[in-house]
């Protein structure tokens, strides 16, 4: 058996690669930097993340891109050696692609792609006599797929992209990849939304440009009619054929911890595809999918070492698991300047504003997980802070932070739900070396902090405000570290020495 999700936490977009008996996979990142996190599989199942394809400001600018905004779906494919990772930066530039020899990067600087018209999703099928095909969304909720070829030699589309299917009728065709398969080119796209309306559907053609022909049994996944089961809004997936011949797919889902929200984002799941006698792909078998699936026809399992619960800091580079909101501000952070620390130089720019502020995050991954950090800060002047934040996005995330209030130094618990931020829970603290500490369940987390006289716990603070329901967009819940100052007043450095996440089961 395996468990899905098979990237649990905000991995939504999912597009995948074989090379030998290698898998590689990538997903949406939004506006996080760096950009669009590379997996490395060996078996489909289990999974280790080898670098991101969009590592400097020049390959991803994000400057002023709004929660949300950024980078959405990419596709990953390889060809004559070469690793092409096609996507859309929608707050800045349109569709673009990268180029590497080895997928943990170096990846080039983007080809950016003179098109027509506007379109997100692009893909690209390299097609047995040489051509290349660009294949993206076009004309919005009640649009289609549109596409052209391309040429590599000179980075543009050789022809203005034009529509070839809309779909069976369902909202926002999207998410398109064109396989060629025997011969016969199979168009899959996503409909209904990125919600619980969301589904697979399929159509194939003689051509590459259609005209193409319906699979009668569309929509081939989705769980719109299946509200009952513990994964929803199945859809954007992507197919992939094992060396012994067996298909797969991957896409992505949601889980709700109480049948209406979610707040991990939207993750990464795998199913087995059979093809039937009259050539149309079949999904698990028509059966909904499971959090416990069979393995049967997957490679021998190949397991990577489980990373260390605990980051020391004490590397030349931050680990693979953590990002920046936007481009980060030079100089806003080091892991140089105290020696095993990450070190935050708060400045005006907020965790409330389209800015870059002060902040390192990771992704939360498990309903039930516990996280800390051991922070040395010294606020100087009222209402400089650093902690920990539980972020959504500008308008939403809660606030575990060590400040001063006068002539005290207090650690306060703040929630911000729609815009809206709210003091929920303080206690005064001689100390300026702090273990902040949450605990998360599917309904809140639970915060506390230790200081040199204890442990103290400090309130609770609920999780359905951070759920794509009530905040909206198109990310999950990130747990990270900060620091921000609200005037142009000096401010201490913010030290970390430690952080600290493990799943507790969910």
């Not at 989705?222 to 011949?245: K, M, Y």
Request: charge should be negative; include cysteine; proline fraction near 8%.
């Amino acid at each position: 058996m395996f468990r899905n999700p098979i990237l649990p936490g905000f991995y939504p977009d999912p597009s995948l690669c074989r090379v030998a008996d290698d898998y590689y996979l990538a997903t949406s990142s939004f506006e996080y930097f760096p950009g669009v996190p590379i997996f490395h599989s060996r078996d489909l199942v289990h999974w280790r993340q080898v670098g991101h394809a969009l590592t400097r400001p020049s390959q991803l600018p994000l400057e002023g891109a709004k929660s949300s905004g950024g980078i959405f779906a990419p596709t990953l494919r390889e060809h004559g050696g070469v690793f092409y990772l096609i996507t859309t930066n929608v707050s800045s530039g349109g569709n673009f692609y990268v180029t590497a020899r080895d997928p943990a990067g170096p990846w080039s600087e983007p080809v950016w792609l003179s098109d027509d018209t506007f379109g997100i999703d692009p893909s690209l099928l390299f097609d047995d006599d040489g051509r290349v095909y660009y294949t993206r969304e076009g004309g919005g909720e009640r649009g289609a797929i549109y596409q052209a070829e391309l040429s590599l030699a000179e980075g543009r589309l050789r022809q203005p992209a034009r529509a070839i299917w809309s779909g069976t009728g369902g909202i926002w065709p999207e998410g398109p990849h064109l396989y060629r398969i025997h011969g016969t080119y199979y168009l899959l796209i996503s409909e209904g939304g990125t919600s619980t309306g969301h589904q697979l559907t399929i159509a194939r053609s003689r051509s590459a440009f259609g005209p193409f022909e319906a699979c009668p049994d569309n929509p081939i996944l989705t769980h719109s009619t299946r509200p009952g089961e513990p994964i929803q809004a199945t859809g954007h997936g992507d197919l992939v054929q094992t060396p012994d011949g067996r298909w797969w797919i991957v896409f992505l889902g949601i889980r709700r911890w109480d049948g209406e929200h979610h707040h991990l984002g939207r993750e990464t799941f795998l199913a087995p595809v059979r093809w039937s006698s009259d050539g149309w792909p079949v999904i698990n078998e028509g059966r909904p999918i499971a959090l416990e699936m069979s393995a049967q026809g997957l490679p021998a399992p190949h397991p990577w070492p489980v990373d260390a619960s605990r980051d020391d800091f004490d590397r030349p580079e931050l680990a693979l698991c953590w990002n920046f909101v936007r481009n980060p501000v030079p100089g806003s952070w080091s892991l140089n300047e105290r020696a095993g620390c990450l070190r935050l130089h708060g400045s005006q720019a907020s965790l409330d504003s389209v800015s870059s502020p002060a902040f390192v995050g990771r992704r939360q991954q498990h309903w039930r997980c516990r996280a800390a950090a051991r922070l040395l800060f010294e606020p100087e002047q009222d209402g400089q802070r650093a902690g920990l934040a539980l972020r959504a996005n500008e308008a939403n995330h809660h606030d575990l932070v060590l400040t001063r209030a006068g002539s005290e130094r207090r650690v306060q618990l703040w929630t911000r739900s729609a815009g809206t931020s709210k003091l929920i829970a303080e206690r005064a603290t001689d100390s300026t070396d702090l273990v902040l500490e949450l605990e998360a369940f599917p309904d809140r987390y639970e915060l506390s902090f230790r200081d040199s006289s204890g442990h103290h716990p400090l309130g609770a603070a609920p999780t359905a405000p951070l759920s794509s329901e009530s905040a909206g967009g198109f990310t999950g819940v990130y747990i990270g570290l900060f620091a921000s100052n609200p005037s142009s007043a000096r401010m201490a450095p913010a030290d970390f020495d430690w952080f600290e996440y493990e799943p507790a089961g969910d």
